[in-house]
């Protein structure tokens, strides 16, 4: 089973949807080795600069009117709900910033080792966010986390002094414009199911099911040996 997120690394419903992923498979007997998952990007502010000028609090409360401690109030409600899910988080001090090159590294990760790197880098990137209020964009942060999630330091370095991977992130925010994704969280379960929002585990629970239900049906057995039909064991025969 493949599951692809779109998502960006300042969202803070796709680190709350990532966490309620997690526990919907770890409560699931979905064997863990036949689960992929793949992170897209995606941008929620295209715009949001390099160099930080604000905080997120801040710039919530430019857009939406009241200025900061009506974006401290709308922080709070979302922190209140990460808690529930186990997350401490500082987000009240997070920075705007561009998340392009934070994408870029994503991509490269998943090249080069894998699900697996990409999904650690991933997490070290929403954790450095969002529990440390640290600057995704700022190239020095991105090749520490890089660099600890298992990423080689010579392939970040080349990588953040070119466009490399560009090209790949346009791509992935232009598919999910084409699938239909609206917002992110966005989840496509096999390329079948597709799931927006960062939805309770409970759903998360009854797609990924029935997806692996799907992909691995199980026969109708018309007649058994209760019957007393021969037939052999895994024990051999008895004749």
């Known amino acids: 089973m493949r599951i692809e997120i779109w998502s960006d690394v300042v969202c803070p419903w796709c680190y709350i949807g990532k966490r309620r992923l997690e526990h919907a498979l770890a409560s699931s007997d979905l064997p863990a ?9 995606f941008q929620l502010d295209p715009a949001a600069p ?5 905080t997120v609090a801040d710039s919530l409360g430019r ?3 009241g200025g900061p401690e009506a974006g401290r109030q709308m922080i709070d409600r979302v922190e209140a709900v990460a808690a529930e899910e186990g997350m401490i988080w500082r987000h009240h001090a997070s920075l705007r910033v561009s998340t392009v090159d934070a994408h ?24 450095a966010y969002f529990e440390q209020t640290a600057n995704v964009a700022d190239h020095e942060t991105l090749t520490r986390l890089a660099v600890e999630a298992g990423l080689d330091a010579a392939s970040v370095e080349q990588v953040l002094s ?3 991977y560009a090209a790949e992130v346009e791509a ?10 609206n917002g992110v969280p966005f989840y496509v379960v096999d390329r079948k199911y597709g799931i927006s929002g960062a939805q309770p585990a409970e759903v998360f629970t009854q797609v990924l099911e029935r997806a692996w239900n ?13 019957d007393g039909a021969d037939a052999c064991g895994p024990d051999g025969c008895a004749i």
């Not at 799907?214 to 209760?226: F, I, Q, R, W, Y």
């Open 104 to 127: 870029r590294l994503l991509h490269l990760a998943l090249e080069t080792g894998g699900p697996q790197l990409q999904g650690r880098f991933k997490e070290a990137l929403l954790s």
């Open 172 to 181: 992935d925010i232009r598919e999910a414009a084409s699938l239909g994704a």
């Open 50 to 54: 390099a160099v930080p000028v604000e």
């Open 162 to 164: 070119s466009d490399t």
């Open 214 to 226: 799907e992909s691995h049906p199980k026969l109708d057995l018309v007649a058994t040996n209760s």
């Open 33 to 41: 080795e036949d689960v992929e998952i793949v992170w897209r990007s």
């Open 63 to 65: 857009k939406y009117g």
